[in-house]
T-cell receptor, first 112, second 113 residues
Framework: DAGITQSPRHKVTETGTPVTLRCHQT?????MYWYRQDPGHGLRLIHY???????DKGEVSDGYSVSRSKTEDFLLTLESATSSQTSVYFC???????????FGPGTRLTVL | DQQVKQNSPSLSVQEGRISILNCDYT??????FLWYKKYPAEGPTFLIS?????DKNEDGRFTVFLNKSAKHLSLHIVPSQPGDSAVYFC????????????FGKGTKLSVIP
């Protein structure tokens, strides 16, 4: 258990609405990540952060933005949700001095 | 291009037998490899890892083998149990400076009682 929580756990929204997902960690790890998981695609990196206010894009960043104003919180925002963003979103942390990432429980997002 | 490939989307194994899950990679810069296990409606759970300086790593019923020349790794589960039924993801890292993992698409393992 890496002390990661995600909220909300489930969300249904409509096309065009903004959505923010929250990831919270309790262990003060520097690196945090947002992934999406879709059938046939595995886990794909959206954005990651390497410190407060320090973020970078991943493989599938279009349509997403992130913010990290505190070490413990990493927010993922869909400015205007589309049906193609229906997915399960996972947050992860990287423990210092290792390459191993530990994942949160996920948020299932449905965009109608 | 897919740098980490799990060519078998699914695998069925009888309880008590060996499960072998395979993973191939193309990026020669990868030097650290991990396996994750994922149950439905849960996040992926770290299972076992191996550094490129080794060719084998064991943890209980789980063993990961790395063949660097073939750019291939495999996860052996012996003996397989029904609770091992899950999706298994292979992941790779290009070293301390990358801070990122590249994942395969996963293999769904079903262990039949």
């Amino acid at each position: 258990d890496a002390g990661i929580t995600q909220s909300p756990r489930h969300k249904v929204t409509e096309t065009g609405t903004p959505v923010t997902l929250r990831c919270h960690q309790t262990e003060n790890h520097r690196y945090m990540y947002w992934y999406r998981q879709d059938p046939g695609h595995g886990l794909r990196l959206i954005h990651y952060s390497y410190g407060v206010k320090d973020t970078d894009k991943g493989e599938v960043s279009d349509g997403y933005s992130v913010s990290r104003s505190k070490t413990e919180d990493f927010l993922l925002t869909l400015e205007s949700a589309t049906s193609s963003q229906t997915s399960v979103y996972f947050c992860a942390i990287r423990r210092d001095l290792t390459d191993t990432q530990y994942f949160g429980p996920g948020t299932r997002l449905t965009v109608l | 291009d897919q740098q980490v490939k799990q060519n078998s989307p699914s695998l069925s194994v009888q309880e008590g037998r060996i499960s072998i899950l395979n993973c191939d990679y193309t990026n020669s810069m990868f030097d650290y490899f991990l396996w994750y296990k994922k149950y439905p409606a849960e996040g992926p759970t770290f299972l076992i890892s191996i550094s490129s300086i080794k060719d084998k790593n064991e943890d209980g019923r789980f063993t990961v083998f790395l063949n660097k020349s073939a750019k291939h790794l495999s996860l052996h589960i012996v003996p397989s149990q029904p609770g091992d039924s899950a999706v298994y993801f292979c992941a790779a890292s290009a070293g301390a400076g990358s801070y990122q993992l590249t994942f395969g698409k996963g293999t769904k393992l079903s262990v039949i009682p």
